[in-house]
């Protein structure tokens, strides 16, 4: 559907995980990148059980990882010695750089309670010149909450309504959930080169045109907007700085340079990557036919 309002909608491609769906709007024949934004999955709602999250170790380059939760909760252990059960309110920002290894599991002591599953994973590729920055990770709980009009947004990374997140961002990033009461609204800046929002349950309206649920509607730039809803919803507002060079993917890695992702392939096939630390005997082998990969 395009609008004055959206220029553009994606619809997500679902991946039935077993556990759980999930649904990728980024990258997409459609369109490959929101600002920073070069991957963006929605999963869940679901109550896991068996094992649960299960994603064995398996490497990244040139790009950081941001995990959102809405329900439930996800160990993350990495190559640098990082471990953090993420839960909701909790941002997980894991800066590959020049190349990390992860692995995300359901904490075994919970699955039991056949716990939820809820959330967000969105890669955010990295600008010209800091690529291949040193690798790192952190976990932020402390963000900036902005209450007002029946809406409740929470601030994971940039500046927004005056508020801004203490999260690391490498370019200018926009990336927060808003959560509507009933009759609630609030208003979506327009200072990011682009943004993007993706309702994920409820309903919810951006000046009167309604948003479906696990699409991604692209903004007008530059327009003052206004997001409402009826009856309550969730809606993840994300974008940013444009990158004026193109990104290429394959898998896990995110380059500017098609050579240096080639050497990511041959790197993890001959196992030269780090090992994760208290997660050392699996691995996920680099697939054939990603499905993750760069569109002409």
Do not use: C
Not at 31 to 52: E, K, W
Not at 165 to 180: D, G, S
Not at 271 to 283: A, Q, Y
Request: glycine residues 10%; proline residues 7%.
């Amino acid at each position: 559907m395009i609008t004055p309002i959206f220029t553009q909608t994606i619809t997500p491609v679902t991946h039935d995980l077993g556990a759980f769906e999930v649904r990728r709007v980024l990258p997409s024949r459609a369109r490959s990148m929101v600002g920073p934004f070069i991957f963006v999955d929605q999963f869940g709602p679901a109550n896991l059980t068996g094992d649960g999250m299960n994603v064995r170790p398996h490497p990244h380059i040139n790009l950081a990882t941001v995990t959102w939760l809405f329900d439930g909760a996800i160990d993350h252990r990495d190559s640098l010695g990082s471990f953090a059960t993420i839960r909701p309110g909790q941002v997980n920002l894991m800066t590959a750089g020049r190349g990390i290894v992860h692995s995300e599991r359901s904490p075994k002591a919970e699955l039991a309670t056949n716990p939820g599953m809820f959330g967000m994973q969105t890669w955010l590729a990295l600008p010209d010149g800091r690529e291949e920055i040193d690798p790192a990770f952190e976990a932020v709980t402390d963000l900036p909450v902005v209450a007002d009009n029946g809406a409740k947004a929470w601030v994971i990374m940039g500046e927004l309504w005056g508020a801004r997140a203490p999260t690391t961002t490498h370019a200018a990033t926009i990336y927060a959930e808003i959560v509507l009461e009933p009759g609630g609204s609030i208003p979506l800046d327009a200072d990011a080169d682009e943004r993007a929002v993706m309702l994920v349950s409820g309903d919810a309206s951006v000046d009167g045109v309604a948003l479906e649920r696990y699409q991604l509607a692209v903004l007008a730039p530059g327009a003052a907007m206004r997001l409402a809803s009826d009856n309550g919803g969730r809606v993840m507002l994300l974008g940013g700085e444009a990158f004026a060079t193109k990104r290429h993917v394959f898998w896990n890695f995110v380059s500017s340079d098609r050579e240096r992702i080639n050497q990511a392939k041959d790197d993890w096939r001959a196992g030269r990557f780090p090992k994760v630390s208290g997660d050392e005997d699996e691995f996920i082998p680099l697939p054939e036919k990603p499905n993750t990969v760069s569109y002409p």
